[in-house]
Nanobody, 113 residues
Framework: QVQLRESGPGLLKPSQTLSLTCTVS??????????WFWIRQPPEKGLEYIGYIFATGRTGYSPSLKSRASISRDTSKNQFTLKLVSMTPEDDAVYYC?????WGQGTQVTVSS
């Protein structure tokens, strides 16, 4: 059974950097042909794609967040991490990590001074 769990701070101040970690169990994040995603959902809005890291370590990002986002991984811990710099209140959202078929439960991130 594949499980994903997000962890990280729930409250940030404007201009700080968000760092969220997704811990995966039940499958290796280097499993062949697997993509691992970060997605968010702002209040009362739809899902927004942030980016992915592929089994090989290749990454890709939404054009709208590419300048601020980076995704990396620690294969020894079976984790992948999202960093999003220069946070503003517009980045308030529930952040999810996911594979094509499995999702974490999501974690609320709020940006407030």
């Amino acid at each position: 059974q594949v499980q994903l769990r997000e962890s990280g701070p729930g409250l940030l101040k404007p201009s700080q950097t968000l760092s969220l970690t997704c811990t995966v169990s039940g499958i290796s994040i280097t499993a062949e042909r697997y993509y691992w995603f970060w997605i968010r959902q702002p209040p009362e809005k739809g899902l927004e794609y942030i980016g992915y890291i592929f089994a090989t370590g290749r990454t890709g990002y939404s054009p709208s967040l590419k300048s601020r986002a980076s995704i990396s991984r620690d294969t020894s811990k079976n984790q992948f991490t999202l960093k999003l710099v220069s946070m503003t209140p517009e980045d308030d959202a529930v952040y999810y990590c996911a594979s094509v078929v499995d999702w974490g439960q999501g974690t609320q991130v709020t940006v407030s001074s």
